[in-house]
């Protein structure tokens, strides 16, 4: 079974431009989950979606941050201006809906903003 | 606002020992509580979730306990193996009724052959 994609891997770009990272989650899973990690705050929820709708983005940190879900198979965050303090590890999750489904976590993109 | 707490944050062992890792957390409102192990340069995977109303899960070698009254869980490793050597994450819901988790900081585990 295929897992949490994510693209891409690994991203470098220099402050102030525009980054984009993607998100194709678990085919059926209805519930969509952006997170952060970095080592001084660990992991962090940035925003969820629950049948495409954004329900909580209480954790997206400025305005410079926006996510999108147009369908069930894909999710955007992007980042525009970025900024070095931007850097982090990007994961992306999915789950069946429901509070007690477990979550199933991309591998992550790795971003660096020099 | 929900705390969680992991100790210790490292532990090296010799292959075959069994082990717990600890969790602890403020507000014992939670509906769930996951342990995730992590992979370096890897996402984190679904180890354990345990409703509320239960008090243990195990799968295979490992064992998670909750105890919602005094704000603790343990995650139990029997006869430790090399690719045991992870992180370990525990979560819980941050308030309430929500998907919003909060995650310890983790226990990066090392298993010495």
């Known amino acids: 079974d295929a897992g949490v994609i994510q693209s891409p891997r690994h991203e470098v770009t220099e402050m102030g431009q525009e980054v984009t990272l993607r998100c194709k989650p678990i085919s059926g899973h209805n519930s969509l989950f952006w997170y952060r990690q970095t080592m001084m705050r660990g992991l962090e929820l940035l925003i969820y979606f629950n049948n495409n709708v954004p329900i909580d983005d209480s954790g997206m940190p400025e305005d410079r941050f926006s996510a999108k879900m147009p369908n069930a198979s894909f999710s955007t965050l992007k980042i525009q201006p970025s900024e070095p303090r931007d850097s982090a590890v990007y994961f992306c999750a999915s789950s069946s809906l429901g509070l007690n489904q477990p979550q199933h976590f991309g591998d992550g993109t790795r971003l660096s903003i020099l | 606002k929900q705390e969680v707490t992991q100790i210790p944050a490292a532990l090296s062992v010799p292959e075959g020992e069994n082990l717990v890792l600890n969790c602890s957390f403020t507000?014992?409102?939670?509906?769930?509580l996951q342990w995730f192990r992590q992979d370096p340069g890897k996402g984190l995977t679904s180890l354990l979730l345990i409703q509320s109303s239960q008090r243990e899960q195990t799968s295979g070698r490992l064992n998670a306990s909750l105890d919602k009254s005094s704000g603790r869980s343990t995650l139990y490793i029997a006869a430790s193996q090399p690719g045991d050597s992870a992180t370990y994450l525990c979560a819980v819901p941050g308030d309430g009724r929500t998907y919003k988790y909060i995650f310890g900081t983790g226990t990066r585990l090392k298993v010495l052959a």
């Open positions: 507000d014992s409102a939670i509906y769930n």
